[in-house]
């Protein structure tokens, strides 16, 4: 009998002890030994929950007890969550989170400590909800050299844009409707900014790429300004914008690494993942393109990777240390500025005729865009495939127009 | 430094060769050590190999050499690659194989000897090529009571369906097209009838539910009797014909497997896996709906994939034996006539009026589908949803009309 600890019962962490309790006859067959929960810490009190009598409310209760070898993080957010992750891999307990925040921030710290210790720091769970992602990325790293991961990496945004494209809602009905079903949270802003979505890319870039990627090192842009007319001018180039996660090792060693709203071909896989599904694009030398798909969040998909890590654990305790990566360098990241993309423009003005020959004369030959039911004032135009600083200069010479949006187009 | 040997210098094995040698700095540093090919059988000469040294016609120079810890078969078929990995077995060599027939004939007995003997059998490549799939499927597995698996798996029955679909392509036109560009062999027939995608089901099935599905016991249909007409009263539906292998467990303990061409609606996931790529959906209590996506076959997909169980091999020799299933039973699979679908009838004769009163008799209310540019004499109609061996009755009951086809519907 393995003994494990849970710390805090959200959403996940209950999850996680109502699949284990659910599952209990499966997991002891997976993991060749019973899993007992014997202790829970929560600052709240759940009086009628059938685990009652293992809440505390002291983490002591669980770092100084040599009986759990295995402690789940489902805290969120680093204080106390990264205070109390490192003392239990210090005190020899091997650790599972569903903490993407965490992981992005310190895993390169806490994957050292665990491996100091012959322990292991467990995340699937962080990524992509219950999609397998982390363990066969490192499968297909084994034997591939992976040279890009582009992903739709959060359920409510993904949600919203699919709401506009499809139902031509507008971006404020769309996310009141997410939050109507639970899709989105009473304070969307991490979800809507794109700070969740550079969490998850983070972590996928540091284990494709083998060095950690800090979430502020990832120039990353949110899907609020977005509006029907983008969705519109997307369509008349047959493409959908989605809110993209996306990592490519370039030539120099170096990474680009980004996170915004693109407008990627309705060809693409990842144009397909619609509503809160994610789907995530791994492109390998040997295998190509794979795309993994399914739920990327949810109480039930989340806890059931985080008891995978368990059992995973369970049947290796002592043993295998599976993920690692090297700590982060400060100009690992490319400037966002000197990546290349073609860009959707769009202008409003008095001279929109000259403008669009600066930008030609500075950029190369733009396509002009129509799009039915657009503001009739504006110009729409896509630009070639130019580096982003040469575009910002472009469009700063430009006078007596306005730029209404801009929006990368990607060719994933 | 581990030495392994490979067992046929075919497209895979040569491709294995040829992965290993060019990723060779990252493959040493994900196993942990060297590995080094130290024999290749085969019956053929390969004097311009960078490995021509390493070739041997005779098997006994493989299973005889204690050096050797992991053998890789790429012989494929069961003559004699069956005894060759049960020797290799029973002398103490881990195997890792590309081969699905000898895995769905075998596998129970392979993995019990592997098991015995301390010893890994793996064959993450017998399936979805390089796609991840068995390892995360067990992943899945460990937190999730799976109920069914289907898939789109195999590529070139899936380049011919996607041909007749998008380019009105016949058939005979679409699978000459497929053997032109390589994506099918010169005798298609263990492709165009199913075996190939019955052999994987068999894994998948076996797998997911711990019990050996052999495939004499899975009924198998393949496609060659599909024609443009099928195509287009699937698109008056809104669905496209897949060849799907699809496994589900029934309440009373036994599976339904089957391997037949289905009409799936285009709002499923599967239906959106075109040309010569294969998707496998997974779906499970907790997790819902996952779709694993990629090349399904072809030499360097497949290699990686056969390279990366090469590597946790190394990575765990003497360790972990992670996966195994039960043998077989005889009714372990149900009569496929006790399975439930609804299904397009194609009937032509002389009164089909009578025809659909009588079926709509037997089976409930039908739906008869028009269809542009279809046979004017024939009448196209979905049944409701019933047991195969009713809908057999209902057909033959009926004077006067002969039946041109049937296509089960899933709703995949």
């Known amino acids: 009998m393995v003994q494990i600890a849970i710390m805090g019962y959200g959403v996940v962490g209950s999850g996680v002890a109502e699949v284990m309790l659910k599952n209990k006859k499966s997991i002891y067959h997976k993991a060749g030994q019973p899993i007992g929960i014997s202790k829970i810490l929560d600052v709240r009190n759940f009086p009628d929950s059938p685990l009652a009598d293992k809440f505390t409310k002291n983490f002591d209760d669980i770092v100084n007890d040599p009986g759990i070898r295995i402690v789940v993080e489902t805290i969120g957010g680093l204080t106390p969550a990264y205070e109390y992750v490192r003392r239990c891999l210090l005190a020899g307990k091997s650790v599972v989170t569903s903490n993407k925040e965490l992981v992005a921030s310190k895993g390169d710290e806490l994957l050292a400590i665990a491996r100091e210790n ?26 591939n050299e992976v040279y890009e991961i582009a992903g739709i990496l959060n ?81 008349a180039f047959d493409g959908a914008i989605k809110l993209i996660g996306r990592a490519c090792k370039n030539s120099d060693g170096r990474l680009d690494c980004i996170v915004a709203p693109m407008i990627i071909p309705q060809a693409s896989k990842l144009a397909e993942v619609n ?82 020959n600066k930008l030609e004369k500075a ?44 929006i990368r187009i990607a060719s994933l």
């Not at 769970?125 to 084994?142: F, K, T």
């Not at 795309?291 to 305790?317: C, M, N, Q």
């Not at 190369?364 to 110009?379: I, Q, R, W």
Request: with cysteine; aromatic share 8%.
């Open 118 to 143: 012959n322990l292991n720091f467990l995340f699937e769970a962080s990524v992509g909800g219950g999609i397998p992602i982390l363990r066969p990325l490192d499968q297909c790293l084994a034997a």
């Open 155 to 235: 359920g409510t945004t993904n949600f919203v844009l699919t709401k506009m494209i499809s139902d031509s809602m507008s971006f404020e009905d769309a996310l009141k409707l997410a939050q109507q079903l639970g899709y989105a949270e009473r304070d969307p802003q991490a979800d809507i900014e794109g700070h969740d979505t550079c969490r998850k890319i983070c972590i996928l870039a540091s284990l494709a790429f083998g060095r950690h990627v800090y979430p502020e090192q990832v120039h990353t842009e949110g899907i609020s300004n977005i509006t029907l007319d983008d969705v519109k001018y997307a369509s």
């Open 275 to 356: 509503d809160e599904y994610n789907g995530i694009l791994v492109r390998g030398d040997a295998i190509g393109d794979v795309v993994f798909y399914g739920r990327g969040a949810g109480k039930l998909p989340t806890a059931s990777a985080v008891v995978a890590d368990i059992i995973d654990e369970v049947k290796h305790l002592g043993a295998r240390k599976y993920l690692s990566w090297d700590p982060g360098l400060k100009d690992y990241v490319s400037d966002y500025r000197e990546a290349e993309y073609a860009t959707l423009l769009r202008l409003r003005g008095s001279d929109l005729e000259s403008a669009l």
């Open 363 to 406: 950029l190369g030959k733009c396509t002009t865009v129509n799009a039915k039911d657009t503001p009739s004032d504006e110009l729409a135009l896509y630009t070639p495939v130019v580096c982003e600083s040469l575009l910002d200069k472009a469009i700063e010479s430009l006078n007596g127009v306005s730029l209404i949006n801009r």
